[in-house]
């Protein structure tokens, strides 16, 4: 594994899930309810998956030889469609809360998760292509 993914992995991935894990911590030594559905109701891991996205597209675009387009453009376009759905649908519910509108957090956690797990194999490419 290159130094570059291995960087990324302990900064861009690791320490970007860091305030989810303390937050569950918090919430364990309080004694409150601790699940999965309790910890991405409110979107917090599409924040971090914007991030992971952005970051990856910008190691992609800071390649100065350009070795594999093909790859370069599918792998750095599906982080950036991931990048746009994922940081509207936050707002969506960002906007939602602040209207006290009724949400579906079963949606939001499935989605959240799908979109985290897309945006980490397509931000993962974007590494690996521009480390290759």
């Not at 899930?17 to 309810?33: D, F």
């Not at 989605?111 to 292509?129: D, E, N, W």
Request: proline letters at 2%; one cysteine or more.
């Amino acid at each position: 594994m290159s130094l570059r993914v291995i960087r990324w992995l302990i900064f861009n991935v690791a320490l970007a899930v860091v305030p989810l894990v303390v937050s569950g911590l918090i919430r364990a030594t309080r004694g409150q309810a601790l699940s999965l559905y309790i910890m991405l109701a409110n979107g917090e891991l599409l924040l971090i998956t914007v991030c992971m996205a952005g970051a990856a597209i910008g190691e992609l675009l800071g390649i100065k030889e350009r070795r594999y387009p093909k790859l370069e453009l599918i792998a750095g376009g599906t982080c950036v469609v991931i990048l746009v759905v994922t940081a509207i649908f936050f707002a969506d519910i960002s906007s939602a809360h602040t209207s006290s509108q009724q949400i579906d957090f079963a949606v939001i956690k499935w989605t959240s998760l799908v979109l985290y797990t897309s945006g980490f194999i397509a931000s993962l490419s974007c590494i690996v292509i521009a480390e290759i």
